[in-house]
């Protein structure tokens, strides 16, 4: 059940891009603002995994999927490298592990699982020619938001 629903939101996210129009590697609805979306959740679901909120992990590890897919599906190239081939191949399967781990409760795996996805992404940095943009993991809240779990 909770697959199919996967499924049809991919189906939907995919229709929505293809009513917008192919996607612009720049502009504000380009990579570097999906990019900016990718880093400000993966810093939410560190803090969310850390303080083992599982519906709020889950939560952040979801709207990192549906970017991942977004630019997976909308950005063939830029910059002359495959960046759509390139996230489906190197950070959607790391999502999705997190996404079992988190869904399964299953914290030790998702605080590896997490550290993982932070290497794909500066591994993909590195082979489309933005080796210089390392994603560290975050230290501490900046953000007006409490992340604890409320049980
Ligand atoms: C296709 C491989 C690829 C993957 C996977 C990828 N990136 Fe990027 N990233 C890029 C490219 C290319 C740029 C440069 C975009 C530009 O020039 O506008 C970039 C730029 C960025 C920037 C700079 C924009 C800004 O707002 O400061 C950040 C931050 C960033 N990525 C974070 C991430 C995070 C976090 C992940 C993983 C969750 C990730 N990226 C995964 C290719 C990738």
Known sequence: M????????WVFVAITLLAA???RGDGPEGLAALMHALQTHAHKLQLSVAARNRE?????VHELEETTVAIAIGIEEY????????TREML????EAL???IKAGDWETSD????KLLKSCNACHLVAGHGFIRIAPAEGNPFAQDFSARD
């Open 112 to 115: 590896a699982r997490f550290a």
């Open 99 to 101: 996404e079992a781990s």
């Open 21 to 23: 129009g192919p996607v």
């Open 56 to 60: 709020l992990a889950y939560f952040y």
């Open 2 to 9: 909770q697959a199919a629903l996967f499924r049809i939101s």
């Open 92 to 95: 959607l399967p790391a999502v």
């Open 79 to 86: 910059d002359g490298y495959p960046v759509g081939a390139l």
